[in-house]
């Protein structure tokens, strides 16, 4: 899959944003959040992919979604998954889906540029 320069660039600057953030000093100790923590057992995690799980990209993504189940310990029905979903109003339907199915993360992989 080739990218354009400027997707290499907006790629590059979002991951220096995030790394820049990630040595940024702690929040305030007495700062609260408008969200509470769910605890590992209620968490539900849910995933859209364009692909199939054995798919290049897209399994990369499934393989690494699966990685995160094992290393926090979480079940099968915790995480959900949507194959093979075209940049159309299945996407839409599909994260509609997700959603009311309770999953609190909702990842997606991004369609051809």
Known sequence: ??????????ALSLFLALLAGGLAPAV?????????PVPVDALKVGMVLIGLQDDG????????????????????EQV???FNVPETAEC????????????????ATPGDS
């Open 57 to 76: 990209f897209s399994g990369a993504h499934y393989n690494g979604l699966e990685g995160m189940k094992t290393a926090l310990g979480l079940k099968d």
């Open 28 to 36: 305030h100790a007495g700062a609260t959040s408008a969200f509470k």
């Open 1 to 10: 899959m080739k990218h354009s320069r400027w997707f290499r660039f907006i």
């Open 92 to 107: 839409d339907a599909a994260l509609r889906e997700l959603v009311d199915a309770g999953c609190q993360i909702i990842l």
């Open 80 to 82: 959900l998954y949507k």
